[in-house]
């Protein structure tokens, strides 16, 4: 994501300059994101920087409608229209952090002046309403644009119903959702406290349920991990829950996880596993013709899953800089065996448990190829 470096990839040179700190350390290949802030719209050259970004293969844009960073600043409707505009001339996705910000801004400020710390005090002022709202806002932008918009990790099944309803009204809106979002409830949240805090928030059962039957029907274009890990015990452990850091990993266990759960459990097939994961995203990010399918002429990248193994999932044992988890102590059907990339083995875990990774470096940079025709 653009905003995960400091300067943020709204331009080519801080592009450049992030490619020049994790080329030598990549095992995988990788796309980055651009994105567009309030910080760069009060620059007068910001549609040239992002024609500039779109020119040197950036995977997607990002924009806020609700964020935190002042790095990074959210975006206004009107803002956003602008962004949306040049996005369809350009021919580039634009992906949306999705929630209402004058909602929640105003109920997180009515909740901390009662004095509240508690983790359901957070999910309150993040409510279902909020990301309902920001759907149907995008849906009005998509109409007047004939921007290609995607919601990044939507939590709200009424949100995820309102995209439906544009996608069958021919607009070009779509929605991803993430393991946390499939797995937990506020419940969860309560009793995990700020290691669970994410934004948006998880909400209920029936919103977990009806994520998982979008998944299913292909009403959610894929998963994505939103992996942002603290800097852990101390970020997420600041003494209020309105300071504890917001985000959890995730890349390391989705696959496990949407195996044990999805396949193993009837909710998902193995072939819509291979599309939410690889084909999906594959095409979103306009690399369909070397990514995302085992074919001839395409990169020889598989990962090798251990259908049957069962295991308990242990933070101290994943390979986060930063290992917490929210799904400690889970039982998992099927593990990560092999992961070849470009016919290369890059990590294998023999039967003992013992684990070999490939060299660092080998990973490349994969622009996008394809435009969005508008």
Known sequence: MP????PPVTSVANLRAKLDVIAAKAHVDFMLWGGVSENVMNEPAWRESLEALVEAGVASIKVY??????????????????????AA????????????????????????RTGR?????????????????????LTALCRETGARIHIVHIASGRALEVVSSARQDGLPL????????????AEDLEAQGSLLKTAPVVKSSWDRDRLWEG?????????????????????KHTGSVWT??????????????????????????????????AAAPARFFGIAGRKGKISPGFDADFAVLDETQ?????????????????????????????????????????????????????????????????
């Not at 409608?65 to 009107?78: N, W």
């Not at 779509?174 to 409830?185: I, K, N, Q, R, V």
């Not at 998944?215 to 970020?235: I, N």
């Open 3 to 6: 905003c995960s470096s400091l």
């Open 65 to 86: 409608m609700l964020s935190g960073m002042e790095t990074f600043r959210d975006l206004s409707p009107p803002q956003l229209e602008e962004v949306f505009r040049e």
């Open 89 to 112: 001339r350009l021919g580039i996705p634009v992906g949306v952090h999705a929630e209402n910000r004058e909602m929640v801004r105003r109920l997180e400020e009515r909740l901390r």
């Open 117 to 137: 710390e508690d983790p359901l005090a957070y999910a309150a002022s993040r409510p279902d309403a909020g990301e309902v709202s920001s759907a149907e806002t």
């Open 174 to 185: 779509s929605a991803e959702t993430c393991p946390h979002y499939l797995a937990f409830t």
């Open 215 to 235: 998944l299913r029907s292909g009403e959610l274009e894929f998963v994505a991990t939103d992996h942002a890990a603290g800097q852990w015990p101390e970020e």
């Open 244 to 277: 504890d850091y917001g985000g959890v990993p995730g890349v390391e266990l989705c696959l496990p996880y949407l195996h044990s759960e999805g396949v193993a459990k009837g909710r998902l097939t193995l072939e819509r596993l291979t599309e939410v994961t």
């Open 310 to 374: 069962e295991w308990t999932v242990e933070a101290a044992h994943l390979h986060n800089l930063n290992r917490y988890t929210p799904l400690e102590g889970w039982r998992l059907k099927g593990r990560l065996r092999m992961t070849v990339l470009r016919g290369e083995e890059v990590y294998t875990r023999k039967a003992d448990g013992s684990e070999t990774f490939g060299k660092p470096g080998y990973g490349r940079w994969i622009s996008r190829e394809t435009r969005i025709e508008p």
